[in-house]
């Protein structure tokens, strides 16, 4: 019986004859960026970690740690992180994108649940680097300086840590429990946590330690002037917040209002109707779709109740009413009054009109530049005062618990630099792996599952957990729909397809040579590769 063509090894073959002479261009195996991977701020291997979970059973635990090799929070980011990854997804073209952030909250509470660990193995370097705030980007910073060998202090102001994801993100987005879980495993590593420990005087301090990392959440609400009269009930939503994490319940009354468009306003009105408000109604000077809020955040709110006020603002607050003026936007999108007032009942107006953060430590300090509420910093996340990094919402970058912890990763890798003297070495990033270099249709149809959220009624009176967590089967399942965009993960289509037998398998599942005496460069393995992992480039004359 004749042989297929393909695998033909008789006298006379293409593997008898040397085709490659014939080649003016070979087949390359390349690696480019994942789209996932490049847009994640904390900067993890997305694609990494997804194609070891696809494994399922161990595959778990080893996804989980290339997880913790950039970011020591993969449960709480699986609760809290707005998923830019997804966003960024080739996978949205085709049906929906990869459900990146459900797989990481289930490979962090599964690493949770088996009380898995991560120890330090580089030799102490007998440097001793002070965190100042225990906040995502501190943590993180904390995290990474351990592994690296230094001794770490964090000097925190508050009670407890976790910053911002404790006393700014409500249990129902956040369970303590997590939170707790994840803090507790960075301080097992040796970390000091100094609590109640306000630092007032930096300049004075940091000649105790060799290098500083700033981590300053933005934990104070912006001051508005809004007409008030002696009997209004008005609040901070980031006191307010943070007030009922200490256990201190505000009195808010049956009908509550929320000035502010963000995601704080957002957890205030849901956090009120929890409370036991009746009513919460956001009020917003612009229009829904320029909230800076997420869409989720909107979305959820909605569900549960909250009203909305577009294209209005407030020019007074009395007991129980609140005057209000209609706004319109300009030609420019800019909000103008009109002029028209109108009443708003109210039994307390809550402030979410956004945060700034406390630097008044920083004085005397040299060489710092603070400019508009933030402090300058290099490349090397270091401000002008040699030693002293900072990162998080003291820079200015956008602020989500994700970009603060990528920021501690670089801060600290950067702290680890300059405290050895070492140049960082280039960052040589590849090309991004864009949906028109895949060849999607060797993909099947996996439809996109969505995670389940708690029925209504117990959400508008508890702080239970709003969006739960897929379970294996269906996690396994969502990791096995990443399309690995640019990189090789061993579907043996070039090996199968080249007419010369020129692709050699070397015995890795991702592992191939491509023999240059046979290849003559025509290219079927570059067609014929579903994730674009391969490219054709001039053969050197």
């Known amino acids: 019986m004749d042989k297929p063509f393909a695998i033909t090894l008789d ?61 020591p929070f993969p449960a709480i980011m699986g609760r809290v992180c707005y998923h830019p990854c997804e966003t960024a997804c080739n996978r949205g ?33 007998g440097r001793h680097v002070l965190v100042v705030g225990a906040g995502p980007s501190g943590l993180a910073a904390a ?9 770490v202090t964090i000097k925190e102001a508050g009670p407890m840590a976790g910053g ?98 963000g995601n704080t306003a957002m957890d205030a009105a849901r956090t009120a109707k929890r409370l036991g408000a009746a009513e919460a109604v956001v009020v917003y000077r612009r229009t829904k779709d320029r909230m800076p809020a997420h869409e989720s955040e909107i979305a959820e709110a909605e569900d549960e109740g909250v009203l909305f006020t577009w294209l209005t603002t407030i020019t007074q607050v009395d007991a129980g009413r609140l005057v209000v003026e209609r706004m319109e936007l300009d030609g420019a999108g800019v909000p103008q009054p009109t002029g028209e007032l109108d009443e708003l009942e109210a039994d307390s107006l809550i402030l979410a ?6 630097l008044s430590l920083l004085e005397g300090v040299p060489d710092l530049v603070v400019q508009d509420g933030v402090v300058a910093v290099g490349p090397d996340m270091m401000t002008g005062c040699a030693g002293v990094f900072a990162g998080g919402d003291m820079v200015p970058f956008e602020r989500s618990v994700t970009v603060a912890v990528g920021h501690g990763k670089r801060a600290a890798h950067h702290i680890d630099d300059w405290l050895s003297g070492t140049a960082p070495e280039p960052v040589v990033r590849p090309a991004l792996a ?24 117990r959400r508008e009176s508890t702080f239970d957990e709003v969006v739960l967590g897929h379970d294996e089967s269906t996690a396994l399942l969502e990791a096995r729909r990443c399309l690995s965009c640019g990189n090789c993960f061993g579907c043996d289509n ?43 480039v001039p053969e050197e004359i």
């Not at 009109?353 to 406390?358: I, S």
């Open 11 to 71: 006298v006379g073959s293409s593997r008898a004859n040397k085709t490659g002479s014939w080649r003016t261009e070979r087949a390359v195996y390349t690696n480019r960026m994942p789209p996932c991977n490049d847009a994640c701020p904390a900067g993890e291997d997305i694609q990494g970690w997804l194609y070891e979970g696809e494994e399922g059973g161990a595959g778990y635990e080893h996804a989980w740690r290339r997880i913790m090799e950039d970011n």
């Open 93 to 125: 073209h085709l049906d929906e994108a990869v459900g990146i952030n459900s797989v990481e909250r289930f490979i962090g509470d599964e690493a949770i649940r088996q009380g898995w660990t991560v120890a330090v193995t580089a030799p102490p370097s």
């Open 143 to 151: 995290y990474h300086l351990a592994l690296l060998g230094h001794a």
């Open 164 to 261: 911002m994801m404790r006393f700014g993100i409500p249990r129902y987005r956040l369970a303590r429990d997590v939170l707790d879980a994840e803090v507790q495993r960075i301080l097992d590593l040796g970390v000091v946590l100094e609590l109640d420990a306000k630092v007032t005087d930096l300049d004075a301090l940091r000649s105790e330690y060799d290098a500083v990392f700033l981590a300053v959440g933005a934990q104070l609400g912006k001051r508005a002037y809004v007409p008030a009269g002696s009997a209004a009930h008005v609040l901070d939503a980031v006191d307010m917040l943070r007030d009922l994490e200490t256990g201190e319940k505000p009195l808010l009354g049956r009908r509550v209002a929320v000035y502010g468009g």
């Open 353 to 358: 009109l956004g945060q700034e953060t406390d």
């Open 434 to 457: 864009t949906f028109d270099t895949l060849n999607t249709w060797y993909y099947s149809d996996a439809p996109r599952a969505h995670r389940p959220v708690l029925d209504r009624a």
């Open 494 to 536: 070039c090996y199968g397809v080249c007419p010369d037998n020129a692709v050699l398998k070397l015995g890795d599942p991702k592992a191939y040579l491509i023999d240059l005496d046979y290849c003559k460069g025509c290219g079927i393995c570059v067609a014929e590769c579903p994730s674009g992992a391969i490219q054709m």
